[in-house]
């Protein structure tokens, strides 16, 4: 019989076999078994593992998503929100089907399965919040070389299926909207805010978070914040990534409404909030929301997201022909990809920019011929 080499197994008073070598991490890793045949077996998997190059540690691959959900929440690099974020959508979608399963267990059929259960009970952003959640935790896994590779593996899934495509306001919508706001005086103080949200893209938290002295000379917005209401209470903090920090300038027009609404709206504090409720106090989304619901209903613009109105703002500066960087300058995005989506949402302009044309065109044949004909006849 060829005589082992790899690791060893010795059988203990219990009359169980404890197989045992020494792996590439320079530890010990043991297993015990009710068989010598399955502990020599053991060792010799093990050994195959090495030699392929596909070894992980058994202590490693042995750890639950769960003790990696622990670990991954407790990060010093998430933001109280965050984090607040992370723990809610962990208890409430991933623990039960997924705290007792080892990492090495989870298999892309199960994920597939799981995802195809949660979505008959649950909303298509939490859906694809936790899809991104369970498969950042799963990334520190591979990272540590518990599984070779992150069984999250559904395209699309980490993106939330919208019911209808975002569409931005026209010009013209906006300013509609922005009037609706200014007739009731109950509303009158959030027209300024539409108008920015519309025109300089900003995103809600980061335009609650302003401040007066983030309003400088010519136009120019200072974003250096955001607000958010976590676990009942505000916490205002950097903006949502660090590209978030920028300063925007607005058009001529809107500046002229802003500072029409620091003189009546705003207290001369350098701190006081530029756009608040009427106590002064931070903006919930909630009631902004609600609001902005029942003007753009009035004005017939019943299936409009608050949201798009950062929508609008982008694809309006797209629409002037800025570059992508620009873009992205503009909107606090850290990479090109979402730049692009506006400027492709530009690109659906081709017929009102052959119009325009048209126009310039038809205005050059219909002027009177004046000059003289100096062509030999």
Request: glycine share 8%; proline share 5%.
């Amino acid at each position: 019989m060829a005589k082992r080499t790899f690791g060893s197994v010795d059988r203990l008073p219990s009359g169980r076999y404890r197989a045992r070598y020494l792996g590439p991490d320079g530890r010990r890793h043991t297993k015990i078994f009710g068989t010598k045949a399955d502990a020599w077996a053991w060792l010799a998997s093990q050994q195959t593992d090495l030699l392929r190059k596909s070894w992980r540690a058994p202590n490693l691959s042995s750890r639950t998503v769960g003790e990696y959900a622990e670990d991954y929440l407790a990060r010093n690099d998430l933001r109280g929100s965050t984090r607040v974020l992370y723990a809610g959508l962990w208890r409430h979608h991933l623990a039960e089907p997924w705290a007792d399963v080892p990492v090495d267990e989870v298999t892309p059929a199960a994920v597939r399965s799981w995802h195809a259960k949660a979505g008959r009970t649950t909303g298509p952003t939490a859906l694809a919040q936790s899809y991104r959640l369970l498969r950042a935790m799963l990334n520190v896994a591979v990272a540590d070389e518990a599984i070779a590779s992150n069984p999250c593996r559904l395209r699309g899934a980490g993106t939330p299926k919208a019911t209808r495509p975002s569409r931005a306001l026209t010009t013209a919508e906006a300013l509609q909207l922005a009037e609706q706001l200014g007739r009731d005086r109950r509303t009158e103080r959030y027209r300024a805010l539409l108008l920015v949200l519309a025109f300089g893209g900003l995103r809600f938290g980061e335009a609650t978070a302003l401040r007066r002295s983030d309003v400088l000379p010519g136009g120019l917005l200072r974003v250096e914040r955001s607000v958010r209401r976590v676990g009942g209470r505000w916490v205002v903090g950097e903006p949502k990534i660090d590209a978030g920090h920028r300063t925007v300038t607005l058009p001529a027009a809107i500046a002229a409404v802003l500072e029409e609404h620091l003189e009546k709206h705003v207290t001369v504090a350098p701190d006081a909030l530029l756009f608040s409720t009427s106590s002064g106090g931070y903006l919930a989304r909630s009631n902004w929301n609600a609001t902005f619901r029942r003007a753009a209903g009035a004005i017939g613009l019943p299936a409009f997201r608050p949201h798009e109105l950062r929508h609008t703002g982008a694809t309006l500066a797209a629409v002037t022909g800025a570059t992508t960087k620009e873009l992205m300058r503009r909107l606090g995005h850290p990479s090109p990809a979402t730049a692009l989506l506006y400027q492709h949402a530009a690109d659906d302009r081709d017929a009102d920019i052959a119009r325009a044309l048209d126009a310039m065109l038809g205005a050059i044949t219909e002027a009177p011929d004046d000059h003289v004909d100096e062509r030999p006849e």
